[in-house]
């Protein structure tokens, strides 16, 4: 069922809203019981403001710390009670594929975003896809790619995400305005709205990133918003040639 996002409570008169919401302590006990289901926390974000409020200070951080607990707890370590950009946007990080719906990303590539059950998200996996330069100062989380096969000349695409620790005073970034990398024209992060740098166009892509995901060298493109949302593309080696090159690695 499709609720309309309201912002005001639209019920009547007689309705408990005009008195007041059931508490915090009990919203937050019911959406606990139910395992943090991020179905429920979307739902009742669109009832009114103060629920949507309520989700986005509270009921996505503690899906955060529910599906992904290691991860969330190290991009915390600073000190920081946030993260970067918004604990929804988070949340939606970790479990919606953004695919390439309007093809203005990834040379033409067309692919709807699509929820996933799970994936694993790696700060081993992160430090590929970071500059040198980067690797003893920056922490980056990556997914391992969701696979789409059979997309005619494309081939088997790999979409793959991720966040950085602290964006804001991270090394990619500064490298990022030193090299006067312009955002993107017109498309933004599928996360949070924030604008996208092409780590292409800044000629920053380690080469070994091909080996951790598997995939042909020429063939990755990735690009990382102002709040340090990472999502790019990769076509994938075939199976055999992929098993052949993890040999090597």
Not at 84 to 110: M, P, T
Not at 126 to 151: A, K, T
Request: hydrophobic share 35%.
């Amino acid at each position: 069922m499709i609720i309309a996002k309201q912002y005001r409570c639209v019920h009547s008169a007689t309705c408990h809203c005009t008195k007041g919401h059931i508490s915090e302590e009990v919203l937050f006990l019911m959406v606990q019981h139910l395992n943090w289901n991020p179905n429920v926390i979307a739902t009742l974000s669109c009832v009114c403001k103060w629920f949507d409020d309520l989700a986005k200070r509270l009921l996505w951080k503690e899906f955060c710390r529910a599906r992904a607990p290691k991860m969330m707890c190290d991009l915390q370590s600073s000190g920081s009670h946030s993260v970067d950009g918004s604990w929804r946007a988070l949340g939606k990080l970790l479990i919606y594929c953004s695919g390439s719906s309007k093809g203005e990303l990834f040379n033409d590539v067309q692919i709807p975003g699509h929820f996933v059950h799970r994936t694993r998200f790696s700060r081993t996996s992160g430090r590929s896809f970071l500059p040198l330069q980067c690797r003893n100062d920056d922490i980056l989380y990556v997914s391992d790619p969701c696979e789409h096969f059979d997309h005619g000349e494309d081939g088997d695409l790999g979409f793959f995400r991720g966040i950085f620790k602290s964006f804001s005073m991270s090394k990619v970034r500064k490298l990022l305005i030193n090299k006067g990398t312009s955002f993107h024209p017109t498309e933004v992060c599928p996360y949070c709205k924030a604008k996208l740098w092409s780590m292409l166009q800044a000629k920053m892509i380690p080469q070994n990133a091909s080996c951790r995901l598997g995939a042909y060298e020429d063939s990755i493109e990735y690009y990382v918003c102002l709040n340090g949302h990472m999502l790019g593309v990769c076509t994938l080696l075939p199976l055999t040639d992929s098993d052949g090159a993890s040999e090597f690695q």
